[in-house]
């Protein structure tokens, strides 16, 4: 589990194809420092296994799902990617509850900038429409973000300085595509709902 607090950049060192699957390395310091084999780090909000490390990197094996799911399929050697360790019982949870799981992947349509913040609208498919709320939580490339407007197929967030100095989010222009993780409360609160309100199946004697 993660915060969507994003804790530094990494860089892209590796990407070595194996048909359905990559191997994905990854230069690092901070989510570096106490990595070992078997540990979770989010990448761009895709959670990953450490499967080895180095001194400066560490790999992790990306299977066909996650290529699918996700947009870490379109990563090149020496891009920078969002990095977030796996969240500690004693640490502040400083943003929501983060799984690491990508629901979909959407896509950067404008950035209208301000003095002080920058206000980013994003596209998405059209089943996750439901799940979004005005100053509702939502994860975009493993940053904990607030909604400003939810729309159907869009919705938009404001960054501020921080946000827009310490993540991808930064740069990521029109037309840039970004995986998206929404609140995971909101979806057992619908399945919850759904199987509340069903009618009961009536069986005849």
Not at 12 to 38: C, F, K, N
Not at 54 to 69: G, N, S
Not at 146 to 159: D, H, I
Request: aromatic letters at 4%.
């Amino acid at each position: 589990m993660f915060t969507g607090i994003v804790e530094e950049f990494g860089t892209v060192a590796a990407i070595e194809d194996q048909g359905d699957a990559i191997r994905l390395t990854i230069t690092s310091d901070i989510t570096l420092s106490d990595a070992g084999l078997g540990d979770s780090i989010a990448v761009n909000g895709c959670c990953l296994t450490v499967a080895e490390r180095t001194d400066t990197t560490w790999t992790a094996d990306v299977m066909a799902e996650t290529l699918d799911k996700t947009s870490l399929g379109g990563l090149v050697v020496g891009e920078q990617v969002n990095l977030e360790r796996a969240v500690t019982a004693e640490k502040r949870l400083g943003g929501h509850i983060v799984q690491g799981h990508v629901d979909a992947v959407g896509e950067v349509v404008a950035r209208t900038p301000s003095e002080h913040w920058e206000v980013v609208e994003i596209a998405m498919p059209v089943e996750l429409g439901r799940y979004l709320v005005d100053k509702g939580s939502i994860t975009v490339d493993g940053t904990s973000l607030t909604v400003v407007e939810a729309g159907e197929t869009t919705f938009t967030v404001s960054l501020i300085p921080e946000t827009l100095a310490r993540t991808t989010l930064g740069f990521r222009a029109p037309g840039s595509r970004v995986n998206l993780e929404v609140d995971v409360i909101a979806k057992h609160v619908e399945k919850l709902v759904r199987a509340y309100t069903a009618p009961a199946t009536s069986k005849e004697n």
